[in-house]
C-alpha cells in the first residue's frame, strides 16, 4: 500500500488497518518514507500473508482520514480515503495483481489541460482496462471533462476552474482461462490534482467571474450571482454524472431559479458567455 500525504501536514500513521473482505482485518505497518517532491511524502505499507478461508472474490480495503479538505468533486467535509482490491481467490489461479508505474504527483499541465499516465504492469501477462469511478465511501463524483483512455490508462483534465481534484482510477484485470474471459481482480488508485490556473482566455477578451450561490444548500430557490461588469450570460447545470438538467439565460448578472423539480444532491454550475467558461460551481439541493 502506497500512501501520499501533504508534507506540510503530515499526520504521523505508524500502521494502517486492513479488510480482508472476510470477516478479518490485520495491522499494515509503515515502513519507508520517500520524499518524491518537495511538498509529498510517499510511504511504503507492507501487508502481512493472509490465507482466505476458501475460494471466491473478496474485496481487500484500507480506509483513511483525507488529509486534504475543500476537494471540489467531493460533498462531505469530514471524508475518508477507502481504497478496494477486488481480488478472485482460486487454486487454480496463480495471480499477482498490477501495480502502477509512475507516482500519483508524475501530472503535465499543457495550457490548461492536466495530463496523468495510469499505465500499470502486469507480471503475469494478464489483459488490463482503465477507467474513472465514483469515490469510494464518500458523497462525491467523477470530475467533468475527466477522462481516462481505456487501453493505456492515459487521464486527461480539462478543468472548469481552479481548486483541489479528487481522480479515481480503477485497473480491470482479465484472464483468458481457456473456457473464457474472467476478471480476476481491480486496483484502485485515488489521486489529488492541484489546479492552480486555468487556459488564458485573454485571446478572446472574455475575463473570468467569481460565481456566488445562495442559499447553498438550497430548497425551493437558488440565486446565482457574477461578480464583474457582465450584461449576459448562459446557465449550464449538470448532475453528478455530467447530464445537463438545466440550462437558460440571464440579461444582468443575477439569476434567480426555482429549484422545486431537483431532486436532493449536489450539481456542477457553469457559466459561459459565447461558448466560452467564465465562471463555475457548485450547487447543493436539500
Request: overall charge negative.
Amino acid at each position: 500500500i502506497f500512501l501520499y500525504q501533504d508534507a506540510n501536514t503530515l499526520i504521523n500513521r505508524p500502521y494502517l488497518i486492513v479488510d480482508w473482505g472476510d470477516m478479518t482485518t490485520d495491522t499494515c505497518n509503515a515502513g519507508t518514507s520517500v520524499a518524491i517532491t518537495p511538498n509529498v511524502l510517499k510511504t511504503t505499507y507492507s501487508m502481512p500473508v493472509h490465507s482466505f478461508p476458501h475460494s471466491g472474490g473478496y474485496d481487500v480495503n484500507v480506509a483513511d482520514t483525507f488529509l486534504v479538505p475543500n476537494i471540489e468533486n467531493v460533498a462531505s467535509i469530514n471524508n475518508y480515503l477507502y481504497i478496494h482490491t477486488y481480488y478472485v481467490v482460486s487454486p487454480t489461479l496463480s495471480n499477482n495483481t498490477p501495480y502502477f508505474i509512475n507516482d500519483q504527483t508524475v501530472i503535465t499541465n499543457s495550457n490548461g489541460t492536466y495530463y496523468h499516465s495510469a499505465s500499470a504492469v502486469d507480471s503475469n501477462g494478464d489483459s488490463l482496462a482503465y477507467y474513472l469511478q465514483y469515490p469510494w465511501g464518500v458523497s462525491g463524483y467523477v470530475p467533468p471533462n475527466a477522462t481516462i483512455d481505456p487501453y493505456t490508462g492515459l487521464v486527461t483534465f480539462f478543468p472548469y476552474s481552479t481548486g483541489l481534484y479528487l481522480i479515481p482510477i480503477g485497473v480491470e484485470e482479465y484472464r483468458d482461462t481457456g473456457t473464457g474471459v474472467q476478471l480476476i481482480s481491480i486496483t484502485e488508485r485515488e489521486m489529488i490534482i492541484e489546479v492552480n490556473s486555468l487556459a488564458s482566455v485573454s485571446e478572446n477578451d472574455f475575463v473570468p467571474h467569481t460565481l456566488t450561490v445562495f442559499p447553498n444548500p438550497a430548497k425551493t430557490s437558488a440565486t446565482f450571482q457574477l461578480s464583474g461588469q457582465i450584461q449576459m450570460f448562459e446557465l449550464i447545470i449538470t448532475d453528478q454524472l455530467g447530464r445537463e438538467v438545466w440550462r437558460g439565460n440571464s440579461d444582468s448578472d443575477r439569476l434567480q431559479l426555482s429549484t422545486e423539480n431537483f431532486l436532493p444532491g449536489m450539481y456542477f454550475c457553469r457559466i459561459e458567455e459565447q461558448g466560452e467558461i467564465t465562471a463555475s460551481g457548485k450547487l447543493i439541493i436539500e
